[in-house]
């Protein structure tokens, strides 16, 4: 019998699931999945047995978004508020700028302490993941929800860094056990389902490659940002110059008009 709550018990099962130590991933997907098929879940329990064991710095974010969910919040809202300060002045970029950079690497330490023993490579793929959340929402929202699973490499915008991908959502992981199921499928049907696995590939392929020029876009866009910033400053204190270089000009004019005054005076009593 199918559980009409399977859905909502895979999600659930699967934020348990990235909860979890990488050293219990192994056994809790077991134990979860099993408790799925108990409960008649079948296809749920396939669908969490087929999840994989993230990366060791994704595995670090996964847990501090559950365990210092406060951290990840004020990253994340650095970052927004660093986007807003472009749009105000090169001081209010400055300040938020540094808000931003604290508030990273309070979460990379706090990524790095959920390590046993955090390499250099860890703690690099972590602060470039970061800094991917800062110029992609789609990053950002992965990190948010905790359910990173590796490190991917491919243009973001940002270099070459890697990025995190996310676990699937219960209804496209559904979509897709449904898919492999073992069944005594006729040759059509095997066909009809490769066909559709590969027009699902090519479709995930083109919406990366949106996603990564749009990441792209929105770098291009902080930087001439910041480079406007930039350029308003030097405006504002060139017009500051040219409104002294005025006032001194103008002053200059004065004193030679009343020395002319003064001189034609002194000429006139010369020849008297």
């Keep these: ?25 192994v056994a809790t997907r077991a134990t979860l999945a099993a408790a799925l098929r ?3 879940c079948a296809a749920e329990a396939r669908t969490l047995m087929a999840a994989r064991r ?14 210092s969910p406060a951290v990840v919040g004020l990253f994340l809202d650095s970052i927004a508020d660093l986007r807003d300060a472009y749009s105000r002045s090169r001081e209010d970029v400055r300040a938020a700028t540094t808000e931003y950079r604290d508030a ?47 490190e991917v490499s491919g243009p973001t915008g940002f270099g070459d860094g890697p990025v995190l991908v996310a676990v699937p959502d219960a209804a496209r992981a ?18 009809r389902a490769d066909r559709e696995r590969a027009a699902a590939a090519v479709e995930e392929q083109r919406q990366a490659k949106l996603r990564a020029r749009l990441a792209q876009v929105r770098a291009e866009l902080a930087t001439a940002g910041r480079a406007l910033a930039d350029t308003r400053e030097r405006v504002q204190s060139l017009e500051t110059d040219l409104f002294a270089a005025r006032r001194e000009v103008h002053e200059l004019q004065g004193r030679v008009e009343r020395s002319e005054v003064e001189a034609a005076e002194l000429e006139q009593q010369v020849r008297d």
């Design 174 to 191: 559904e979509r897709s056990t449904a898919k492999t199921r073992p069944a005594a499928e006729t040759a059509a049907d095997r066909k």
């Design 38 to 40: 108990s409960d008649g």
């Design 104 to 150: 990273q690497a309070r979460l990379i330490q706090a990524a790095c302490a959920s390590i046993a023993r955090p390499s250099d490579s860890s703690r690099a793929q972590i602060a470039t993941t970061l800094h991917a959340a800062s110029l992609d929402d789609d990053v950002a929202a992965l990190l948010r929800v905790g359910r990173l699973v590796k």
């Design 54 to 67: 993230p990366t060791t710095a994704a595995g670090a974010l996964n847990r501090v978004v559950r365990e």
């Design 1 to 25: 019998m199918v559980n009409p709550d399977g859905g909502r018990r895979l999600e659930q099962a699967l934020d348990d699931l990235y909860g979890a130590p990488s050293s219990e991933f």
